[in-house]
């Protein structure tokens, strides 16, 4: 039902109608003035990281270009980061390339609207944790799982410098909600037993490792979120688990989640050239940013 706004909550209250028409406003923006983004399109993925780097100035932060090269092209991730009382790095990175063919609104265009959205309302604020704000370049195929995917060189240098980050949180996909009856489906038929066949909920999904901050950030969410919330601590050899960033995190031993609408297992339009601005549900979508704006506050005060 593409461009269907159907939501049994509660409606928006006012800043969360400023949060909607912010998040609408930089899907807009990366999937349809930028557009499709990756080495094949290179002019559309330097935009989009100068759209990046632009909107954390905006915000009153200093964004970091972490730069590294393939056959000759510059590729950067960027990060922005808010010192906290602790060294310890709260880090919630989202990808910002889109997959060859794609437009990218919802993967994840969606993810880099929240990231920067949790950026700009975060920015003054010093908490007991540092909080590090990261947009992943090359996250899709050919990348995808290799030593040139951008988060795999960027939690390298992580580890590399000693960063401490006890948290890691993936935005992946998070803005296609559906009602109707199995719009949910999953990677193993026997998880459809426990999980809903209704995909009218946001998922968060860690390996094994991440169990304990998986369980926290659901119960998080649960707390404070108008939107229902399912979570799973699952082996990664289940096909999704690792499907983002967090899984360059797990390698080096860093705990970390991803947030998402599930994607192939839920969105029409995944890695197509329909997936266009008008497929994402925004009254949905702003719940599930106003609920993370929340487990990030929690989380630090931890
Ligand atoms: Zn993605």
Redesign the pocket.
């Known amino acids: 039902m593409p461009g269907k706004n159907i939501s049994n909550s509660a409606p928006l209250s006012r800043d969360e109608v400023t949060l909607r028409e912010e998040l609408r406003a930089d899907v807009e923006k990366l999937a349809g003035e930028i557009g499709e983004r990756n080495m094949w399109h290179y002019p559309q993925l330097n935009a989009a990281a100068d759209f990046i780097e632009n909107s954390f100035s905006g915000a009153g932060l200093r964004p970091r270009r972490d730069t590294y090269e393939i056959r000759g092209q510059s590729c950067h991730n960027i990060e922005a980061e808010i010192k906290g009382a602790s060294p310890e790095i709260i880090l919630i990175g989202a ?1 910002y ?3 060859f063919g794609s437009p ?1 609104a919802n ?2 265009g969606s ?1 880099v609207a929240a990231m920067l959205a949790q950026a700009r309302r975060i920015a003054g604020h010093l908490g007991k944790h540092t909080l590090r704000f990261v947009a992943f370049v090359n ?2 195929p050919p990348y995808f799982l290799s030593d040139e995917m951008g988060s795999s060189i960027y939690a390298s240098r992580c580890k590399a410098r000693g960063d401490k980050i006890p948290v890691m949180i993936s935005l ?2 998070i803005g296609y909600f559906s009602d109707a009856p199995n719009s949910q489906t999953y990677p193993s038929p026997g998880l459809g037993i426990f999980y809903p066949k209704v995909g009218n909920f946001i998922g968060f999904v860690g390996n094994m490792h991440s169990g304990v901050l998986l369980r926290r950030a659901v119960a998080l969410f649960r707390k404070h979120a108008k939107i229902p919330s399912e979570g799973a601590a699952l082996p990664s050899f289940i096909p999704g688990v690792s ?2 960033d967090q899984r360059s995190f797990w390698r080096h031993g860093y705990p970390g989640i991803m947030v998402t609408d599930t ?1 192939p297992f839920r969105y029409p339009y995944y890695h197509s050239a329909n997936d266009t601005p008008d497929k994402l549900d925004y009254d949905r979508f702003t719940l599930v940013v106003t609920g993370m704006q929340k487990v990030i506050e929690d989380l630090d005060k931890l």
């Open positions: 990808h390339d889109s997959v990218g993967d994840n993810g996250e899709e992946e996909t499907w983002s994607a």
